[in-house]
């Protein structure tokens, strides 16, 4: 089966171009960014604050959980597929279920906290009032990241790289030669 990699990190690791960019290396290739799929309910979504009410955390295990089952329906077909997620608590893949025993290739985007702050920074003008909010989610979600072990993640400073060049190592490193 082609490979499938869960990628994760905070706001502004680089995340969705990381995960776009690998795929295109693949002759057939999958970008399911777990946003996109909680962006999909058009009423009653439950948006990421200082507060994780019940309804966001069954939203974000639903999104989870379909980003999943689409990601071993597109690999079975012949897709390579990158979910891209940011990080969340001790077992951060604990919603991914449906991948246990597939090999996943489990990638944690960490730049140094300058650097992602540095590009948070310079995302668009159009995002500005998400900006503290989102340089806040970041403080909290490194914080979380720095406290839990990453056993069985394979984790990438990629503050000093380029886009290709961190997809370079997560390659290299997970040992997957791209086909097609």
């Given at each position: 089966m082609p490979p499938i990699f869960l990628i994760l990190g905070?706001?502004?690791a680089g995340k969705s171009t990381v995960a776009r960019a690998l795929m295109e290396r693949f002759g057939r290739g999958l970008h399911l960014p777990v946003d996109?799929?909680?962006h999909m309910v058009v009423s009653g979504l439950a948006e990421p604050g200082f507060e994780w009410t019940d309804e966001l955390k069954l939203q974000l295990r639903l999104a989870r959980g379909a980003a999943a089952r689409t990601a071993l329906?597109?690999?079975?077909a012949g897709f390579a597929?990158?979910?891209d997620d940011f990080w969340q608590?001790?077992?951060p893949d604990a919603d991914y279920g449906p991948l246990q025993g597939h090999g996943v290739h489990r990638v944690l985007l960490q730049p140094s906290l300058e650097?992602?702050?540095a590009r948070l920074a310079a995302r668009r003008p159009d995002e500005a009032s998400f900006k503290g909010v989102l340089a806040?989610?970041?403080l909290l979600i490194r914080a979380d990241m720095d406290r839990h072990?990453?056993?069985g993640w394979q984790v990438v400073d990629s503050s000093d790289l380029s886009v290709g060049e961190t997809v370079d190592r997560i390659l290299e490193q997970a040992q997957v030669v791209p086909t097609g």
């Amino acid at each position: 089966m082609p490979p499938i990699f869960l990628i994760l990190g905070t706001p502004a690791a680089g995340k969705s171009t990381v995960a776009r960019a690998l795929m295109e290396r693949f002759g057939r290739g999958l970008h399911l960014p777990v946003d996109d799929l909680r962006h999909m309910v058009v009423s009653g979504l439950a948006e990421p604050g200082f507060e994780w009410t019940d309804e966001l955390k069954l939203q974000l295990r639903l999104a989870r959980g379909a980003a999943a089952r689409t990601a071993l329906a597109y690999a079975g077909a012949g897709f390579a597929v990158a979910i891209d997620d940011f990080w969340q608590g001790e077992t951060p893949d604990a919603d991914y279920g449906p991948l246990q025993g597939h090999g996943v290739h489990r990638v944690l985007l960490q730049p140094s906290l300058e650097a992602t702050l540095a590009r948070l920074a310079a995302r668009r003008p159009d995002e500005a009032s998400f900006k503290g909010v989102l340089a806040q989610a970041t403080l909290l979600i490194r914080a979380d990241m720095d406290r839990h072990p990453k056993t069985g993640w394979q984790v990438v400073d990629s503050s000093d790289l380029s886009v290709g060049e961190t997809v370079d190592r997560i390659l290299e490193q997970a040992q997957v030669v791209p086909t097609g």
